[in-house]
């Protein structure tokens, strides 16, 4: 149980484009995913809490005009990197916390994305 | 605020050798701890959790850890590791429904 997946695993655009990436609670309901940002041998980066219903809280020094989070239903988040430039090109991992409370994370396969 | 220490960037163990990675918090009182491991390219992989009760906790792939409140850690162990154990490992602590706060990662080698 508690499977979270991620759509596309990887992902290569031309700057300027968009980017939708999709976050699904597989079989359970998630009231709350996050979303992160990984660079190569670091640690997560925490970009935003997504809550289902309401606007995402984004951390501090991360664009909420430029990565959009929507939360439409109790298993499905998105994230859209608006008008992709090189800097954009990381590891991007998604999470799901269940409705029970308990604040254990259930983890997306990630999805990498190249911006050329 | 709660903070994890994980002083160890990266540990090499030959294969069916013990291992210990060492995690460390910052909380006043009793957080929920994790271990996660990650394999190159992939997403996280809960191992174990403790949030309460026996402080000795078995997760999945043989390992275990263990809460010691008074040297405020939670060590991951394993008795003998596996080629394929190789990855990165993390240690998370959060409170309640606070949003965990993850350690810097260990990156385990294994030796054959």
């Known amino acids: 149980g508690a499977v979270v997946s991620q759509h596309p695993s990887r992902v290569i655009c031309k700057s300027g484009t968009s980017v939708k990436i999709e976050c699904r609670s597989l079989d359970f309901q998630a009231t709350t995913m996050f979303w992160y940002r990984q660079f190569p041998k670091k640690s997560l980066m925490l970009m935003a809490t997504?809550?289902?219903?309401?606007?995402?809280?984004?951390e501090q020094g991360v664009e909420k005009d430029k990565f959009l989070i929507n939360h439409a239903s109790l298993t499905l988040s998105t994230l859209t990197v608006t008008s992709a430039h090189p800097e954009d090109s990381s590891f991007y991992i998604c999470?799901?916390?269940?409705?029970?409370?308990?604040?254990?994370?259930?983890f997306g396969p990630g999805t990498r994305l190249t911006v050329l | 605020a709660q903070s994890v220490t994980q002083p160890d960037i990266h540990i090499t163990v030959s294969e069916g050798a013990s291992l210990e990675l060492r995690c460390n918090y910052s909380?006043?009182?009793?957080?929920?701890l994790f271990w996660y491991v990650q394999s190159p390219g992939q997403g996280l992989q809960l191992l174990l959790k403790y949030f309460s009760g026996d402080t000795l906790v078995q997760g999945i792939k043989g390992f275990e850890a263990e809460f010691k409140r008074s040297q405020s850690s939670f060590n991951l162990r394993k008795p003998s590791v596996h080629w394929s154990d190789a990855a990165e490992y993390f240690c998370?602590?959060?409170?309640?429904?606070?949003?965990?706060?993850f350690g810097r990662g260990t990156s385990l080698i294994v030796h054959p």
């Open positions: 997504s809550n289902e219903g309401s606007k995402a809280t984004y």
């Open positions: 909380y006043g009182a009793t957080p929920h």
């Open positions: 998370a602590v959060g409170v309640g429904s606070y949003i965990p706060t």
């Open positions: 999470s799901a916390r269940t409705s029970s409370g308990a604040d254990t994370q259930y």
